[in-house]
């Protein structure tokens, strides 16, 4: 586990507006408590809390990737209004207890869903 420092600095933000997330004209999710990740110089991520997301729109895969910061992702497809995305959610399920704030979180794709607005 590496832990952000000021090399790789990452801050967590409750976001102050209504986030969200489209594909297929289906709302995917839409949520008031999001939480904004800022990790580095990367463009920020929006967090979306599970019960604010259509869960039986989404579906779980075997893609997985890690992070030395935040720990391993697992990742869903979308089905929605006729369109499939393919691993267009990220989630970290279990992450390293410095960024337990994100458990229980989803961030999606921009390029694999229609619009995430509030972004």
């Known amino acids: 586990m590496k832990l952000p420092g000021p090399d790789h600095p990452i801050t967590i933000a409750p976001h102050a507006g209504r986030v969200q997330v489209t594909l297929g004209g289906e709302i ?3 949520t008031t408590r999001a939480l904004r990740l800022q990790e580095a110089s990367y463009r920020p991520v929006f967090y979306v809390p599970r019960e604010d997301a259509r869960m039986d729109l989404l579906t779980r895969t075997t ?4 992070c030395p910061y935040k720990g391993d992702a697992s990742y869903y497809s979308i089905a929605a209004g006729g369109k499939q ?7 970290y399920e279990t992450p ?3 960024m337990e704030e994100i458990k229980g ?5 921009p ?6 607005s509030g972004a």
Not at 63 to 66: A, F, I, R, V
Not at 105 to 109: E, G, I, M, P
Not at 111 to 116: F, Q
Request: proline share 4%; hydrophobic share 45%; charged share 20%.
């Open 105 to 109: 979180y989803l961030a999606f794709y």
């Open 96 to 98: 390293f207890p410095a």
């Open 63 to 66: 893609h997985g990737t890690h």
């Open 28 to 30: 995917i999710a839409d």
């Open 85 to 91: 995305a393919e691993n267009a959610v990220w989630s």
């Open 111 to 116: 390029d694999r869903v229609e619009s995430i």
